[in-house]
């Protein structure tokens, strides 16, 4: 059964198959699906959707939602964990207490998790703050502006400036302690390239420290280049 709301109203607890909300919604109590967009507001407890979320508009969720796909170009919230099997996409904001798992994670918007971040590919050309572990096989961030993460492992990670951003604030800022990405604990992986960012420890194979690094110390396996406008503590070959 499909369930269409135009206006306002709700959603009983129960088995649908696509769900539209095109003004304001509730759902009541655990709500599964097959799909459900939302260009007005949605709010809801938990939700298990085995195709796409789709919220252009608000979302909030107090308990646990898991998707096929979720796709996010205006707000919404998450009280409990955040799984996807396939991708979730951030070009509006996005909060999550707990933790996310999901196949690829793309925010060019700004997603702010409380918990750990788990992925197979994670691409960021917005704001990514994490206090916990961001974790995924391939990492890319773009940035030109500062972020927190609690620390990050993968195979290849890459956090780098955005060179497309030419704005006077972004420039200016770039070269200062707000806007590097700060990383309180570790970063590890094989293969890492990093641009402004302040860490304690990087662990890698072949490492490059590019200008504006602040590094404790480097241990690298195979080859490492330091920038001559970076800082770093020592470096040490393992």
Do not use: W
């Amino acid at each position: 059964m499909d369930m269409k709301i135009s206006g306002s109203g709700a959603v009983p607890a129960g088995e649908y198959e696509n769900i539209k909300i095109s003004g304001s919604g509730r759902l009541d109590g655990r709500v599964r699906c097959e799909s459900i967009y939302a260009s007005g507001s949605v709010k809801g407890d938990s939700l298990e959707c085995r195709g796409e979320v789709g919220v252009s508009g608000s979302g909030s969720f107090s308990g646990d939602l898991t998707a096929g796909d979720v796709s996010v170009s205006g707000s919404i919230s998450f009280g409990g964990e955040l799984t996807a099997d396939g991708v979730i996409e951030c070009s509006g904001s996005m909060k999550c207490k707990k933790n996310i798992k999901c196949d690829e994670l793309q925010v060019s918007g700004g997603a702010s998790v409380s918990g750990d971040v788990e992925a197979e590919r994670i691409r960021v050309s917005g704001v990514l703050n994490c206090p916990g572990l961001v974790n995924a096989e391939e990492i890319t961030v773009k940035f030109d502006r500062g972020m927190d993460i609690g620390s990050v492992g993968g195979s290849r990670i890459t956090i780098v400036r955005d060179r497309r951003s030419g704005s006077f604030f972004s420039i200016f800022s770039l070269g200062r302690h707000a806007g590097a990405v700060r990383v309180s604990g570790a970063i590890e992986g094989d293969v890492i390239e990093l641009e402004n960012v302040h860490t304690p420890s990087v662990t890698g194979n072949n490492v490059k420290i590019g200008d504006g690094c602040e590094i404790g110390v480097v241990r690298y396996s195979g080859e490492v280049k330091v920038s001559d406008k970076a800082t770093v503590g020592r470096t040490e070959k393992v």
